[in-house]
């Protein structure tokens, strides 16, 4: 990955001054002191598509502008490859998956060369963080490797289907430590185990502030009827994310109080799947009025947050995740979510106060008209929620929890650990 | 008391005294140096779905998950009016639904405790006390589980002192929420007398700042978040300087 000037670095940390506080950005800079210098290698395997690129492409330009040696790499692979590791993805999720010798031999053969190619960096790396089960075998293709190795979980592996996460075990526990976005996703492993949850970037394209216009564009963009209200999920198709319930959700509510429902979605490069749930989707909403279900690029980010924008609810009816992005994107933008009752949606929709928990399409069903009803109290969930992920899941949070690892995996499995004179 | 605030950052004059001879006066006395923490979440690989379970664990967890979910907790994702204030209580109630239990727990107070294995051994008899009057062992849904943390802190020193408390006055809001962690609610448990560093810095002024000691020492911190905790601190220094100035 190409390192940004150090005038554009600059420039891009007064930005995140302006969003956060001088105090924030002044305590990452002394945080990242001890690791200025410190080559630092992030590996996943895709580059557009998913939170895990999101973060990673503003999480790395950070990462430099604190004087760390910062980069991304991802691994590629055939259709197999891609096949195999949506099935760890969904085992990793709790669901029953068979897969053929063939397909982990081809997982394997796929690490070996993407190691190969890759060796040099992976050697000389102070930290190696392997995002997912992807590019998990690396570690052991690396036998000449010196710096610390992370492998970063963003899955909820809660409750794994045994035969799949026995089989990923043998790759990740030589690892010298994991992170999982949650204590429940943590799994037994012979290494420390951190807790750290993603984060959002209030300055990308997905989150910055929007002119009136463009936010209104979307109105005739999509078709949408400025007279109604909005509700949306954006999400991957992707069955874990329960978008037929959300369909039942709105048909529900829709009887009661008049509404407009946006499913928006992408593909990600690693989703073999998603095609089949949109078609499934599309089958469920055929015929009713006011279902507006878009496939939109990649790099759509702008429209997708003027679509959250000119939302009255987001939605994020998930029946697993492993933390749900576009549930703090929603709340970054002022509004309630209602969210599924599970993994990292419970961290950040607090019932009651920043949304809605529920666990079946009539719950979502019944608090959407709840909040259309009572205008005061969408308006105030949302002030909240706005303020809570300020405080909480704003990638210069992430960033601290990330450097604080660092330092606290060079100094060993002690509690309390000084740096500089402290 | 914006012009009072105003003329206090200028560090020119404080009614009564001026800040040169204050410095000069104390020029004895160790100047406060500001620190700052960060935190990182460590999974201890212990849970509990039942009392029984939470019983046993409780005994056998590092003293350091003790220390994490009574004040780490701080430092990681938290509502502002928190209903219990450590997080055994909020399990108690939320994965149990024992509200007495969570009452209980609530009322444990860490700094009555002159070490984190007192402190362990309290929470164990609590519990097990409850134990003793239930017919059956409670249990939490099998998603409602706790789960035993303990923390890694990263503590740096951010080079800024202040050799006079009236210099910490315009410098308070902009306290990063790891330094008003480290030096308000870290040295509660760190320290042999059990308080803030604050309070512990102006005991060495000879009893000038002894009202002001107190009211910082009377702070409840447990139900406020960070960002709070900041704004409580700065306006007891605001008003015990703005009073000094009358």
Partial sequence: MKKPSSNSLQDMMAEYRAVTSSTVIHQLEQLAEPLKGAKVLHINSTKQGGGVAEILHKLIPLKQAMGIEADWEIITGNQEFYECTKRFHNGLQGMQQAITDKLLQNYEKINRENGEKLQAKLQEADFVFIHDPQPAPLLQFTPERQGKWIWRCHIDASKPYRKIWKYLHQWVSPYDASIFSLPEFAQPLPHPQYIIAPSIDPLSEKNCPLPEDEIKEVFSQFNLDPELPIITQVSRYDRFKDPLGVIEAFKMASKLTPLQLVLAGGGASDDPEGEAVLNEVKQASNGAANIHVLLLPADANRTINALQRASDIILQKSIREGFGLTVSEGMWKGKPVIGGDTGGIRLQVINHYTGFLVRTPEGAALRTRYLLHRRDKLEEMGRRAKRFVGENFLITRHLREYLTLMVGLTSGDVERISVGNA | ?246
């Avoid at chain 2, 800040?19 to 000069?24: D, I, K, T």
């Avoid at chain 2, 509200?99 to 700094?111: D, G, N, R, Y």
């Avoid at chain 2, 134990?131 to 409670?138: A, C, G, R």
């Avoid at chain 2, 990063?176 to 810095?201: K, L, Q």
């Fill in chain 2, 1 to 246: 008391m914006v012009l009072f605030l105003q003329v206090m950052q200028t560090f020119n004059i404080i009614e009564g005294f001026t800040m040169q001879n204050a410095v000069a006066d104390e020029q004895k006395k160790t100047p406060f140096a500001v620190k700052d923490c960060a935190i990182i979440t460590i999974a201890t690989g212990t849970k509990a779905e039942n009392l029984k379970e939470f019983a046993a664990a409780l005994k056998e967890v590092p003293l350091g998950s003790i220390y994490h979910h009574f004040w780490g907790r701080l430092l990681r994702p938290l509502f502002d009016e928190p209903e219990y204030n450590n997080d055994f209580a909020s399990w108690a109630f939320r994965g149990l639904h024992d509200k007495p239990l969570a009452e209980q727990l609530s009322m444990v107070i860490p700094t009555d405790y002159k070490d984190l294995e007192c402190l362990r051994q309290e929470l164990v008899e609590v519990v097990e006390q409850r134990l003793d009057e239930y017919e059956f062992v409670p249990w939490s849904k099998a998603d409602q589980q706790f789960y035993f943390l303990k923390s890694q802190i990263v503590v740096f020193d951010t080079r800024v002192r202040f050799d006079h408390p009236a210099e910490l006055l315009p410098q308070i809001n902009s306290l990063s929420t790891g330094s008003i962690y480290y030096h308000f609610i870290d040295a509660r448990n760190r320290t042999e007398e059990r308080v803030d560093d604050f309070s512990s810095w102006l005991e060495g002024f000879g009893g000038q700042f002894n009202e002001l000691a107190q009211s910082l020492c009377a702070v409840d911190p447990y139900f406020s978040s960070l960002n709070e905790i900041r704004l409580i601190v700065s306006n007891i220094f605001h008003e015990f300087f703005e009073k000094e100035g009358e």
